[in-house]
């Protein structure tokens, strides 16, 4: 920062405060020492100095020191008697460094250490807080020596049980690794090690933003902390921490592997009680958020263990902790960090039994959606503001002019308008999704990837050092994992009845959405209708950020729409509700975000609405075929979770953690509040998809030749068949199933999959199985007698696609009901408005969608010239495979029932478009994309018909 290139009082006013400042202060400062921005500073910093040494005798002039500063004020709270401690002010001191005398005496010497492991002698640094000062046992007593600490910094806390078993480990030398819920208090674990001790605590953290927040409550409390990184603008603070000036230092993984040696002199003269790494699933691969620098953390163990370093006596020990880490995710943290054999696991349940967690289907791609999603939100918030008030949108002015044009750029494209709302979407496989992913021509380059999506966090993402968000008073009286704070076991069920009268009190909403661009669009949408919303992603001005989050955390901001931006490091009693709204890409990061609400212990909601109709595609990233594979596979137990109606979600959500869920229920769940749907016996369509199967995988314990029995069949299975492959072949072969979705039968593929039955045969990656191969069990199934059953209950997107489910007892019935005329009515019905609708909203979409089109691979039926094939079949009459310049893009099926003819269409991905009901009519065509093409296979259909003898042969 140069003084001098400032020359405006208010430019020097506006710096000081996005240093921190409040208003006041800096305007004071400026009028007295003129426009620089260095002596502003030195001036406000000197002044608070002194009058701090002054007020070691007198608590109230303390306190008006500390107004003094304002509200954002950095600066720890002297008690009396104690020296000064360094404060997180000190980070922005960088101005007047040269100026100002250092009053930092860092005692060089070594402290000594007692034989006894349990007697630590604590470091005589100035900087230490006088609990340190003297030498200190900690014994037998020590439980009751931490808990005065606590008192005397956090007010009135007590350690829960998980917290003291962690502290013994550390009292015991032992590396440690914990494993508790999100908002339980883990920190804690390492913070108490510093005020035990006067060693200084190493704490590694994967953002400048969650390190940054740490410090402020930690000068709050009284402790003096720093970060270390590239956030870190004061070049004097890493020599500072070095020295030992600060009890808990926070460093970036890639930081910390630059100064081991530094590190090694300070493990010398202070000494160094800890290295915490915090937010420790990003060591492991096939963790949720992976950073390739904590992997190389192995080297603590070795460069700070008492063979490399004479001096010390024991190993620095290592404690580990997260919030989400599967079984496998903990046996990798073990071992990449090369964390000793002893390595005592702390663990508690993963389980927050005051989260409502549910799940709802949306296409969440439109502002339709958006009014169908967020018209309750929109009543909760808006009506707490007078009727017809709009409320501002939180967005600096220098940025709004892009934020319009950001929109604008995206304006709701044609796909929007067109899109069904209730999820009939015929985009269902990965391929298709990728292609939704580059459909408004981005490619999938770097570029896009670090532009649309907050995928990965780098630590220099965000430089929050001039901020300041100042957290609510902590008290946490409630017991997040059920687990009260003495220790106790609780009474579980007590809690959950209380729960269970309550509903969700006001407070604040956070909607997580997968990019940049939807945080806006939707931020935007929900201010239009009086919500104080705000969008937060990593792109947007930092200043812009900060606001938010100080808005956030003040309350003055109702909805935060962010990306996973806003993740680690929230840590808010309050927030009501947390939205997901599309796929997360992992339940990890689900579990995660998710538990940012009802850190006070109360009722709060967690929902996810996501397009059950289309399976989610991974999000674009730097990956190596490996990470791909698992994030694929994190993906794919995502995308189930959401499909489960069956299970209760919480149940679902802490056994993939691993832990057994004692209650079975949590009672708040969707499912556990609806009940799963009916049970179905699906004997019928699992024994039809299982032949297919098997005939097309050449089992040869079945061999029904019927499948195989004309060459064009053969033809097109020519390579591995897929699932939408096998579900043509069931429509085609049977007339019952003739008019079935192609999404209900990927819900059963799921299910005969989970029960074994059959497995991918695919070695690529996939969310859902797309290539089913029969398994042994699958063919002994085939076996069955014909009085077993096979029932389960049907998976969200078998409901989705069945849409009146309570109106059919099974999928068949549901199949059968397009033969009955008075139920296909009605379904035409429902389709009716929807047409209208989408035509209602002009042509200007159509002619786009038409430019569109042809800049895709669809043959151009006005200039291309069609082939018709025609075969007969028993089952289904007469099959017309209609193609153009080499591919399908269609197919008619035409019988004659007792009405007269009959006909159904199905497009060139074998998708069922349309119905035809009699001889003169065109059919119902109702996918715009294969309009034109339909229209004229419908033509061809129409003089088939009437030329009796030209068809069937
Ligand atoms: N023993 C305790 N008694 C009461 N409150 C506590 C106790 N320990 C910690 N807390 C409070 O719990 C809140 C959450 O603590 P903390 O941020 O350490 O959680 P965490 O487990 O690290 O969560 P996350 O996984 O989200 O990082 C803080 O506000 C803290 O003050
Ligand atoms: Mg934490």
């Known amino acids: 920062m140069n003084g001098n290139s400032i020359s405006s009082e208010e430019d020097v006013v506006s710096k000081l405060i996005e240093m921190g400042f409040e208003n006041s202060i800096a305007v004071e400062a400026v009028k007295l020492v003129g426009p620089s921005v260095d002596d502003a500073v030195e001036h406000i910093l000197n002044g608070c100095r002194r009058n701090s040494h002054r007020t070691t005798s007198n608590s109230t002039s303390s306190e008006n020191n500390v107004k003094a500063l304002g509200k954002r004020t950095m600066y720890s709270s002297c008690v009396s008697g104690q020296k000064r401690q360094s404060s997180i002010l000190e ?211 070795e460069k700070f263990s008492a063979s490399n370093l004479k001096f010390l006596k024991f190993s620095i020990p290592l404690m580990a902790l997260t919030a989400t880490a599967t079984i496998q995710v903990r046996e990798d943290i073990l071992k990449s960090l090369s964390m000793t054999k002893e390595t005592k696991i702390v663990l508690t349940s993963f389980f927050r039994p005051n989260l409502r967690f549910s799940v709802k289907h949306s296409r969440t791609s439109s502002p339709l959606s958006y009014e169908k999603d967020f018209h309750e ?24 002019g892009s934020f319009v044009s950001i929109l604008e750029a995206d304006s709701i494209s044609d796909n929007d308008l067109t899109d069904d709302e209730d999820g009939y979407s015929d985009r269902d496989d990965e391929t298709n999704s990728t292609e939704h992913n580059s459909a408004k021509g981005k490619q999938m380059s770097i570029e896009y990837l670090e532009n649309e999506v907050d995928v990965f966090q780098s630590v220099d993402d965000w430089d929050v050092a001039c901020g300041e968000f100042s957290a609510e008073a902590p008290h946490v009286d409630c017991d997040l994992n059920g687990v009260s704070e003495s220790g106790d076991t609780p009474n579980r069920v007590d809690k959950r009845d209380q729960l269970l009268k309550e509903n969700v009190e006001q407070g604040p909403t956070i909607i997580y959405v997968p990019t940049r661009k939807d945080t806006l669009k939707i931020a935007k949408y929900l201010c239009g209708y009086g919500v104080k919303a705000a969008a937060y992603n990593a792109g947007l001005p930092k200043k812009h950020l900060r606001q938010v989050h100080m808005e956030f955390q003040e309350n003055t901001i109702e909805v935060v729409v962010a990306t996973i931006a806003f993740g680690m490091g929230i840590d808010k009693l309050n927030v009501r509700r947390i939205i997901h709204y599309g796929w997360p890409q992992s339940l990890e990061a689900y579990y995660q975000e998710a538990g940012r609400a009802g850190r006070d212990g109360k009722l709060a909601d967690c929902i996810l609405i996501a397009n059950l109709s289309r399976i989610p595609s991974l999000l674009p990233s730097k990956r190596t075929a490996e990470q791909t594979r698992q994030a694929y596979k994190m993906l794919s137990d995502c995308f ?19 832990e057994k869920f004692a209650d079975e229920k949590c009672l708040l769940c969707d499912v556990c509040v609806n009940g799963p749907p009916e049970v179905q016996d699906l004997r019928e369509e699992a024994d039809i998809l299982m032949q297919v199967i098997a005939a097309y995988n050449g089992s040869r314990t079945f061999d029904d030749a019927s499948y195989f029995d004309d060459a064009s069949t053969q033809q097109r ?43 991918e045969g695919d070695d690529k990656n996939h969310v859902q199985i797309t290539m089913p191969e029969p398994t042994e069990l699958g063919l002994e199934f085939l076996q069955y007698k014909e009085d077993q059953t096979f029932c389960a209950h049907p998976e969200a997107d ?60 669809t043959p151009d039926m006005t200039t291309a010239r069609g082939r018709i094939a025609a075969k007969f079949t028993k089952a289904n009459g007469l099959v017309l495979d209609v193609s153009s310049m080499g591919c399908t893009v269609g197919r008619v099926l035409i019988w004659v029932a007792e009405g007269g003819p009959k006909a159904t269409i199905l497009d060139g991905r074998q998708r069922f478009v349309g119905v035809r009901l009699h001889g003169g009519d065109l059919g119902m065509i109702w996918s715009f994309k294969f309009g034109v093409i339909l229209l004229l296979v419908a033509r061809l259909i129409f003089i088939v018909v009437r030329t009796p003898c030209v068809g069937i042969r």
């Not at 189930?640 to 691993?658: Q, T």
């Not at 068949?812 to 033969?819: E, L, R």
Request: hydrophobic share 35%.
């Open 640 to 658: 189930r979770y959401g499909m489960n109606l069956s299970c209760c979600r919480a149940k679902k959500l802490v056994e993939y953690f691993g």
């Open 91 to 301: 980070h922005f001191q960088s101005t007047s460094r040269n100026k100002r005398r250092e009053t930092e005496v860092v005692e060089q010497s070594k402290p000594p250490i007692s034989d006894d492991s349990y007697c630590i002698k604590t470091a005589t640094s100035e900087a230490f807080l006088d609990d340190c000062s003297d030498e200190m046992v900690i014994g037998p007593g020590w439980e009751h020596k931490v808990n005065s600490l606590l008192q005397k910094h956090f007010g009135n806390f007590s350690l829960k049980k998980f917290q003291k078993e962690a502290l013994a480990a550390w009292l015991a030398n032992e590396d440690c690794l914990v494993l508790a819920a999100t908002g339980s208090g883990k920190s804690l674990c390492f913070q108490i090690p510093a005020l035990l001790t006067g060693k200084v605590v190493v704490v590694i953290s994967p953002l400048i933003s969650l390190m940054h927040d740490q410090c402020l409550k930690l000068a709050k409390h009284g402790v003096s902390a720093c970060f270390l990184g590239s956030g870190q603008p004061d070049s004097s603070v890493e020599t500072k921490a070095m020295r030992g000036v600060y009890s808990i230092v926070y460093i970036c993984p890639e930081t910390v592997l630059r100064l081991i040696k530094p590190l090694q002199t300070l493990a010398e003269n202070r000494g160094i009680a800890l290295f915490a790494i915090d937010e420790v699933h990003c060591v492991s691969k096939w963790g949720h958020d992976f950073r390739p620098d904590y992997r190389r953390l192995s080297v603590l163990r």
């Open 377 to 400: 939100l929109i009543d909760l918030y808006a009506r707490k503001g007078k009727p017809g008030e709009k409320k501002q949108m939180i967005f600096p002015q220098e940025f709004s």
């Open 717 to 759: 299975f020519r390579g591995k068949p897929d699932l939408r492959m096998f579900v043509s072949e069931i429509r085609l072969q049977s007339q019952k199933f003739m008019a079935t979705d192609l999404l209900w039968w990927r819900g059963l593929a799921r299910i005969m999959e989970s029960k074994g039955l059959i497995r």
């Open 798 to 857: 078998m409901l989705v696609s069945m849409r009146k489910t309570e109106s059919y007892s099974s999928f068949s019935d549901w199949g059968k009901g397009w033969a009955d005329p008075e139920i296909r009515h009605q379904r035409l019905e429902r389709m009716q408005p929807k047409t209208k609708q989408r035509k209602a909203k002009g042509l200007r979409g159509s002619r786009k969608r038409g430019k569109r089109k042809s800049n895709k691979h």
